[in-house]
């Protein structure tokens, strides 16, 4: 009887410890402040394996009313970005928790592009002004997606600011994935 009290006490103290945590594992990429601006894209490969991942770039749109000249980031492959309808991103600020659902009204999108920001220039040029989420932002974070063939879907960021200064352009400063698949994430965290 004493052996088996004895027994369930050390199974019980065994159950009863915690496993320690591997501490978590990202990539993380410094972006150097690349500038974005129209006709000069720039590929992203956030998880270093060769292979482009995200497109940063612009896109010039001739209308009856006017041009619009959009910067976009779109996803390659089955990756994804966090959009809502008419290809507007989440925005989020530092820490914002970045999950595998959908986040209302915002949807993953594979194969998607989200306008940044974009230039509206009417048939009066004088009239022409800046519309979009990134508009006047500076050092905020698009939640994006990396999924790969087997499935697994790897929670990223990738920190991205707005310049209308000489040459109107996005600046990609920085982005992070997480090694762990399906994990959830902190916007900046590396």
């Known amino acids: ?28 990429t410094n972006l150097n402040d690349t500038s974005v601006y129209y006709n000069h894209p720039v590929e992203l490969d956030l998880d270093k394996d060769g292979e482009m991942d995200f497109l940063a770039s612009t896109q010039l749109i001739g209308t009856s009313t006017g041009d619009h000249i959009q910067f976009r980031i779109s996803s390659v492959f089955r990756n994804r970005i966090l959009l809502q309808e008419e290809e507007t991103p989440s925005m989020m600020n530092n820490d914002a928790i970045i999950s595998n659902n959908d986040q209302p009204p915002y949807t993953w999108t594979a194969i998607g592009s989200a306008i940044i920001v974009e230039r509206i220039i009417p048939l009066n040029i004088a009239d022409a002004y ?17 999924v790969k063939q087997d499935g697994k879907i790897y929670n990223c ?28 994430i902190k916007a900046g965290q590396h």
């Open 157 to 184: 960021w990738i920190r991205i600011s707005f310049s209308n200064d000489a040459q109107s352009k996005i600046i990609l400063h920085d982005a992070a994935f997480c090694k762990t698949a399906s994990l959830l």
């Open 130 to 146: 800046w519309d979009g989420v990134w508009k006047n932002q500076t050092s905020k974070f698009l939640p994006v997606q990396l």
């Open 1 to 28: 009887m004493k052996l088996q009290i004895l027994a369930l006490t050390m199974t019980t103290l065994l159950l009863s410890c915690e496993k320690e945590d591997k501490p978590v594992q990202y990539q993380y």
